[in-house]
């Protein structure tokens, strides 16, 4: 920055700003950017100091991957941007970390095919050595955007002959860019009574007086900082000129994003939505209606499939049905009937069942308490069937609306939320009663076991000829079981064998029963959910928003744009100006 001051002064100077980006957020969530305005280039360099070491955190040795930009607004200055980057350093074990971390600053730079090298090398020092020159013929081993400049002309030995360094040569062999240029920019002490022009004047003699040796002096047309400046402005237009066909492309299509992005963000005239038979219509109610009828066209068509979604996952109703129809069946499919108990405890419950009376024949208080307490276990697994089916739907609503009203979403995001909320307070409305009426649905079970079942009569029909047969004398009907492989848990703890055997019998009996209401339940719990949560969405949903948004004091509220979409729309329109300039820029370019 000290050579910056020298070279320019203050002379003609309008503004300088320094800016780099912080790590807080503002209220879009876009990093902050600090920024200080300043008129004396003295300011400058104390306050690159500054901000260095809130990049760093004031760390020796940190190297930060951020810009601090300068911006000079001045007559006297080049039309040009320049990144000064770090000088390349000597690998070593204590630096090994640091000198990683600036190589791939550098290289990330200048990899860049569109990007003009400057490699800055001392002088008094051979050009074979230079680390510049190495980082730069790395990237553009032909030169073709590499300039060479050799600083402190004025720190060479005068017993020393740079002319072939002058000349671009090291050791013979020309040094592969597009042109080398020596300067003096060497920090002159200034005097309290010097002027920035005073300073620059005698910068510009003690070139003069470097070119003037005669071993120099037919080199002085191509060195110096003014032509130095000069020549970097011939390079960049001429360098522009060979990038125009690509970066008039880039700029066409970045521009159309922001055309489109300024679109959707621009404010809407909602007397076009008027109805015309009104003459009192605004058109705000009539835009409201069509963003409603729009979210529930896109949510009822996605539920039951009739919508193309173009999404590489299952998305939409099919995901309530794989949920009744594989992980609630799966679920239930984990219930296997007593064996949580063993024998014994079953055997309990069986005599416990007969009170002070024996029993002769099979206990059916004994069979129903077995039955009861198997199908309770499948009362949790169809709640939870009921909260994941309120889960997806809840999620079909959600990428319904992105889907079909991500406009009003980007103008009107009251708006687009409140139609979002209503749907999710809706659903949670039907997920209570849903969960009521699921939970009807296992009481039934409970309440009424029906042994006269047709396919609990048929699975007693199947094993009558490998059972003995027990009947009940007071219903004349006849229970029979198979031998079931797996048995319960446990020993039978004092049990006779005939007390075993009616023992097998129960259970044996009860598992049969539970697999019949099983598929029941298996069929009649979605069933309820469709019916109570999922149908009453489809048919209810259009009137319920109308009936919530619909009122002119809602609706108008909902309608004012938030200032987080004015700054958008000012931002979008502030660049779209920008790249409108730059491709005005590259035609008078191509023209010229």
């Known amino acids: 920055m000290r050579n910056t001051r020298l ?32 008129d004396d280039f003295t300011e400058v360099a104390a306050e690159i100091r500054t901000a260095t070491d809130r990049l760093t955190g004031g760390k020796d040795g940190a190297v930060v991957a951020k810009l601090i930009t300068v911006e000079v607004l001045s007559p006297t200055v080049p039309n040009l941007t320049l990144i000064d980057l770090p000088g390349r350093i000597e690998r070593i074990a204590a630096n090994e970390r640091m000198h ?35 980082a730069a013929n790395w990237v553009d081993p032909e030169g073709l955007r590499t300039i060479c400049v050799l600083t402190k002309l004025d720190l060479v030995d005068n017993a020393d002959n740079i002319s072939e360094r002058l000349g671009g040569r090291a050791g013979g062999d020309a040094i592969k860019c597009l042109r080398t240029v ?24 003690e070139e003069q007086k470097f070119f003037n040796q005669p071993r120099y002096r037919d080199l002085k047309e191509l060195h110096g900082t003014r032509n130095l400046v000069d020549y970097l402005s011939t390079v960049f237009v001429e360098h522009l000129k060979g990038s125009l066909p690509q970066l008039r492309k880039d700029l066409d299509a970045v521009r ?44 009822i068509e996605s539920i039951n499939g009739r919508i193309d979604l173009g999404h590489g996952r299952l998305r939409g109703g099919v995901r309530v049905e794989q949920l009744f129809n594989s992980l609630y069946w799966d679920n239930l499919d984990y219930i296997y009937p007593l064996s949580d108990i063993t024998k014994a405890e079953a ?96 009481d039934m079970h409970l309440d009424y076991i029906n042994v006269k079942n047709r396919h609990f009569q048929a699975a007693l029909e199947e094993v009558k000829a490998t059972r003995p047969l027990l009947t009940r004398p007071e219903s004349g009907h006849a229970l029979l079981t198979t031998p079931d492989p ?39 719990i979605p069933k309820i959910i469709v019916r109570f949560m999922v149908k009453k969405i489809e048919r209810k949903i259009r009137n319920r928003l109308m009936a919530h948004l619909g009122d002119k004091e809602v609706y108008s509220s909902l309608l004012a744009e938030s200032e987080h979409v004015a700054a958008n729309r000012r931002e979008a329109q502030a660049r779209l100006e920008n790249y409108e300039l730059a491709v005005q820029l590259a035609k008078d370019l191509a023209i010229a």
């Not at 190589?103 to 400057?118: C, Q, S, T, W």
């Open 7 to 38: 070279l320019h002064g203050n002379a003609g100077l309008q503004q300088i700003t320094v800016s780099y980006e912080t790590d807080q957020d503002d209220e879009r969530g876009l990093k902050k950017i600090y920024r200080k305005q300043m």
């Open 100 to 134: 990683q971390e600036i190589e791939d600053l550098v290289m990330g730079y200048i990899r860049n095919p569109k990007a003009i090298i400057l490699a800055v090398h001392q002088a008094s020092n051979d050009l074979g050595v230079s680390r510049g020159i190495g």
């Open 182 to 205: 020596g300067v003096i920019n060497t920090p002159l002490p200034q005097l309290p009574s010097q002027s920035e022009e005073e300073l620059r004047k005698i910068q510009d003699a």
């Open 256 to 299: 159309v994003i922001y055309e489109e992005r300024l679109e959707k963000l621009g404010t809407i005239d909602f007397s076009r939505y008027a109805y015309k038979g009104n003459p009192n219509s605004t058109g705000e109610f009539e835009y409201v209606v069509g963003a409603i009828e729009k979210f529930c066209t896109s949510f």
């Open 347 to 442: 055997w309990n419950i069986i005599k416990n069942a007969g009170g002070i009376t024996p029993q002769i024949f099979l206990n059916p208080v004994a069979f129903e308490t077995l039955v009861r307490r198997e199908i309770e276990a499948m009362r949790a697994e169809s709640q939870s069937c009921v909260i994941l089916a309120h889960s997806e739907v809840l999620l079909i609503s959600q990428e319904a609306a992105d889907d079909s009203i991500k406009d009003v979403k980007i103008k009107y995001p009251a708006l687009f939320q409140a139609i979002v909320d209503d749907v999710a307070d809706f659903l949670t409305e039907k997920l209570k009663k849903t969960k009521k009426m699921v939970s009807h649905g296992i």
């Open 486 to 524: 797996k048995g319960i848990d446990g020993l039978p703890m004092g049990l006779t064998s005939e007390e075993e055997e009616e023992c097998d019998l129960y259970v044996a009996l009860v598992r049969r029963y539970f697999s019949i209401t099983r598929d029941t339940v298996r069929d009649t």
